[in-house]
């Protein structure tokens, strides 16, 4: 197992231990898991994202902590908050995080999941030049999720 697959792992416990929220020393963590501190930033900055539906605040100094908290959202919220975060490209990696991040929540069907991965996946924009396949990624993402709102 990769070291942050370790760190988020350790960190998913921490928040089901807590309902949805835990407190953490970077340091501490660091080496209790027996890595190097930016390896937790890193964790927290690609894992933990609004996106994904984690809040990361942090308080620097000698008592300072991270806080991560799991966003709980009704559908309505769920959908407008995915919505407003695409801009006007979308990466695959990106749509992929945001339609699980749907599902996880219950705020999508796993089927209408499916659906929408397979219409905005790289295979379906095959013929279209790179740059395009971003922005008409996005476009599609956005239409999508206006018509399960």
Known sequence: ?????????????LLEEDDGCAEIQRNELAGTLGC???QINYVLTSRFTPEKGYLVESRRGGGGYIRI?????????????????????LDGAS????LNHLSDQ??????????????????SFASVPQ????ILRAAMMKNMLITQM
């Not at 749509?95 to 945001?98: D, F, K, Q, T």
């Open 1 to 13: 197992m990769r070291i942050s697959d370790a760190v988020a792992n350790y960190i998913l416990a």
């Open 36 to 38: 190097v501190p930016s």
């Open 69 to 89: 908290t799991r966003i709980q959202m009704d559908r309505e919220t769920g959908l407008m908050r995915m919505l407003h975060s695409i801009g006007t490209a």
């Open 95 to 98: 749509a992929r995080s945001i």
């Open 106 to 123: 219950k705020i999508l069907d796993e089927m209408v999941v499916r659906a929408m991965a397979a219409a905005i996946s790289d295979q």
């Open 131 to 134: 740059p395009q396949r971003d």
